[in-house]
C-alpha cells in the first residue's frame, strides 16, 4: 500500500504535500521548486517539457505549450499534437503525474492515493474531469475537495482555530470565498460563492491590453499579430503584476519584441501600482460582490467573522488587501506561502483518511443547486447550494399527459427558475409506464452528491420498480462563461425569475380550470357555460396577465384564479 498524498492542482501553479512525522511537508519537484508551475508544453523532437522547463521555452513554442488548462477542465477542448488528440484532463494528467513523480522520488516509496483539491464553484462536469486527471496520472482519488475548505484545514489546525472564519482564495485561474465554522476538530463549509474565471491570468491579460494598446500608439505596430510578441508580453505582465505588490511602480522592458522597416523596436513603459489598479477596479468590485454574497447566504455580518483567511498568490495584491481591510478590520490572517495552504490542507485531510491525523471532521457543502426540467421549461430544485455533503434527496413526479407511457428527466445544474437558463448535466428516459390519466404515475427522482461533489441520478416508478439512473460524466461539457454568469446572474434576474414562476403556476390553474369547464358542459350537455359574463372576464384577465410582464398582476390573477377554482370545485 503506498502512501496519500495531498495535491493543490492549480491553473498557475501545483503543489503536493505529504505528512512527514505527523506535519504537512511541501514535496519539492526535481528542480528543488516548492511550487510546480502548470504548464505542459510538447517540443518539436517528441520531448515532453512539465513545469519551469515548459514555461521557460513557451516563446519559441508557443502554439504546443499549454497553460492554465485547468480552466479547459469539463470543456470539450481538444488539441492534436504530433497526430494524438489530447483532451484537457489528459493535459492535467501530465501535471499530477510529474508531481506524482517527484514525490516518489522524494519520499522513496509509491504514491497510489490522493485527496486533491478543486475550486468551491466548480460544477459536477469540472469535478469529474480532475477525479479523472487524478486517474490518468495514475492515483486513486480518495477524495475531491472544496479548496477553501481545504485551507480552513491549514490554517485551523496550527492555530487551534474556533468559531467562524472567512476563507478568501484568489488564485491564478479562480476566486472562491468560503465561510466555514470551526468547533473543536470539527470544519464546516456554511456557504460559498466563486467565479471560475476570475484570478492572476485575467488581471495579467488587462495588463497585456494596456502594453499593446500603447505599443500600438508608439510604433503602429499591433504585437497581437505575433503569437511570439504576446506571449512575451504576457511574461512581462505577470512579473510586473508581482513587482507591484512590493513596489509602487514596475519598469516594462522587453528588448526585440517586434520590428519594422526602420529596424528593431523595443518594448518599453512604466506601470504604476494606481494604474494597475484602475484596470482591474471591475474585478475588484466583482470580488467585494462575492464576498459580500458569501456572507449574506451564511446568514452574517463582518462583524461575525473572527478571522480572515488569505490564500492564493493573487491574494498579495495590495488592492485586494486594502478592500479585505476596509471590510473586516486586522482580521486578516496573512501567510507567508499562501500558495501552499490549499495543498497542505489537502495532505491534512489525506492523513484524516490514511489515520495518521485523529479526530477530525470535515463537513463541506455543494456550491450549485441540482435538480430537473419540468413540463413548460421550469427548473425543480432537488438539492439546494449550500447544501452539506454527502447528501441523498428525491421527489415524487408525475406525468403530464393521459396514457404517458415514458418520461425523460432532464438533469440540470444552476440558480435559475428557467431549466434552459441551467447547465445540462444529462438525459435519461424512464420507459415502461403503464397507461394511466396524467397525474396518477408516481415517479421517485432521487439525487445522490457523494463526498466529492459529484451526482448520482436515479428515476423510479413506484408500481412497476422500473428504474434507470445515471452518473455525471467527465466529457458533458459545460461553457465557462456560463458558470460566470449563473453565479452573477441569479440574484440580479431574481424578478425575472419570480415573473416566469408566476406565469408557470398561472398558466398550470388556466389549464385546470378550461379542463373544469369542459368536464362541466360535458357531463350536463350545457353550452351555456361559454357565454357565461363572470367566465368571460376571467378568461380575459388571465390572458391579459400572461401577455404582460407585471408580477403584480401576475400575483393577483394567480390569487383571483384560486378562488374561481375552488368556486368550481364546489359546482
Same mark, same amino acid.
Given at each position: ?41 510538447? #517540443? ?18 508557443? &502554439? ?36 506524482? &513523480? ?91 460563492? #466563486? ?42 505582465? $505577470?512579473?510586473?503584476?508581482? $513587482? ?170 444552476? &440558480? ?110 350545457? &353550452? ?44
Amino acid at each position: 500500500m503506498g502512501r496519500a498524498v495531498g495535491i493543490d492542482f492549480g491553473t498557475t501553479n501545483s503543489v503536493i504535500c505529504a505528512l512527514e512525522g505527523g506535519e504537512p511537508v511541501v514535496i519539492p519537484n526535481q528542480r528543488g521548486e516548492r511550487l510546480t508551475p502548470s504548464v505542459v508544453a510538447f #517540443g518539436e523532437e517528441g520531448e515532453l517539457l512539465v513545469g519551469t522547463a515548459a514555461k521557460n521555452q513557451s516563446v519559441i513554442n508557443c &502554439e504546443r505549450t499549454f497553460r492554465s488548462i485547468k480552466r479547459k477542465l469539463g470543456e470539450n477542448f481538444k488539441v492534436n499534437i504530433d497526430g494524438r488528440e489530447y483532451a484537457a484532463a489528459q493535459i492535467a494528467a501530465i501535471i499530477i503525474g510529474r508531481l506524482k &513523480e517527484s514525490a516518489e522520488e522524494f519520499l522513496g516509496e509509491p504514491i497510489t492515493e490522493a485527496i486533491i483539491t478543486v475550486p468551491a464553484y466548480f460544477n459536477d462536469s469540472q469535478r469529474q474531469a480532475v477525479k479523472l486527471a487524478g486517474e490518468l496520472a495514475g492515483l486513486e482519488v480518495k477524495r475531491l475537495i472544496n479548496e477553501p475548505t481545504a485551507a480552513a484545514l491549514a490554517f485551523g489546525m496550527p492555530r487551534n482555530q474556533e468559531g467562524t472564519i472567512l476563507v478568501f482564495d484568489l488564485g491564478g485561474g479562480t476566486f472562491d470565498v468560503s465561510v466555514l465554522d470551526i468547533s473543536g476538530t470539527v470544519y464546516e463549509a456554511l456557504a460559498t460563492r #466563486g467565479n471560475n474565471k476570475l484570478g492572476g491570468d485575467d488581471f495579467d491579460a488587462r495588463v497585456v491590453h494596456h502594453i499593446v494598446s500603447d505599443f500600438y500608439q508608439k510604433h503602429r505596430i499591433d504585437l497581437r499579430e505575433d503569437p511570439m510578441a504576446m506571449q512575451k508580453a504576457r511574461d512581462a505582465a $505577470e512579473a510586473a503584476k508581482k $513587482e507591484l505588490s512590493e513596489s509602487a511602480s514596475a519598469s516594462i522592458h522587453v528588448p526585440f519584441i517586434s520590428a519594422d522597416r526602420e529596424g528593431p523596436k523595443h518594448l518599453q513603459m512604466t506601470l504604476t501600482r494606481q494604474k494597475f489598479e484602475e484596470l482591474v477596479a471591475d474585478y475588484l468590485d466583482e470580488i467585494d460582490g462575492l464576498v459580500s454574497a458569501a456572507l449574506e447566504d451564511a446568514g452574517m455580518s463582518p462583524s461575525d467573522i473572527g478571522a480572515v483567511a488569505l490564500v492564493g498568490g493573487s491574494s498579495r495584491i495590495p488592492a485586494v488587501r486594502r478592500r479585505l481591510e476596509e471590510k473586516f478590520g486586522n482580521k486578516l490572517i496573512r501567510s507567508s506561502n499562501p500558495d501552499e495552504s490549499v495543498a497542505v490542507g489537502a495532505c491534512i485531510q489525506a492523513g484524516v483518511m490514511s489515520g495518521g491525523v485523529k479526530g477530525l471532521v470535515l463537513v463541506d457543502i455543494t456550491p450549485l443547486t441540482l435538480g430537473i426540467e419540468t413540463d413548460n421549461d421550469v427548473f425543480v430544485p432537488i438539492i439546494e447550494r449550500n447544501s452539506c455533503i454527502p447528501t441523498t434527496r428525491g421527489r415524487v413526479f408525475t406525468t403530464v399527459t393521459d396514457g404517458q407511457t415514458s418520461v425523460e428527466v432532464h438533469v440540470l445544474q444552476g &440558480e435559475r427558475a428557467q431549466a434552459s437558463r441551467n447547465f445540462s448535466l444529462g438525459r435519461f428516459t424512464l420507459e415502461g409506464i403503464p397507461p394511466a390519466p396524467r397525474g396518477v404515475p408516481r415517479i421517485d427522482v432521487v439525487f445522490d452528491i457523494d463526498v466529492n461533489g459529484i451526482a448520482h441520478v436515479r428515476a423510479q416508478n413506484e408500481e412497476t420498480g422500473e428504474h434507470r439512473e445515471i452518473r455525471i460524466e467527465a466529457g458533458n461539457a459545460v461553457d465557462e462563461e456560463d458558470v460566470r454568469k449563473m453565479a452573477l446572474d441569479a440574484a440580479a434576474h431574481k424578478d425575472e425569475d419570480e415573473l416566469f414562476i408566476a406565469r408557470n403556476r398561472l398558466l398550470r390553474q388556466a389549464r385546470a380550470l378550461l379542463s373544469r369547464i369542459n368536464e362541466k358542459a360535458e357531463r350536463e350537455g350545457l &353550452e351555456s357555460l361559454n357565454d357565461n359574463p363572470e367566465i368571460e372576464e376571467l378568461v380575459e384577465y388571465i390572458k391579459s396577465a400572461l401577455g404582460g410582464g407585471d408580477i403584480h398582476q401576475l400575483k393577483t390573477a394567480v390569487e383571483t384564479m384560486s378562488v374561481y377554482l375552488n368556486e368550481l370545485a364546489a359546482v
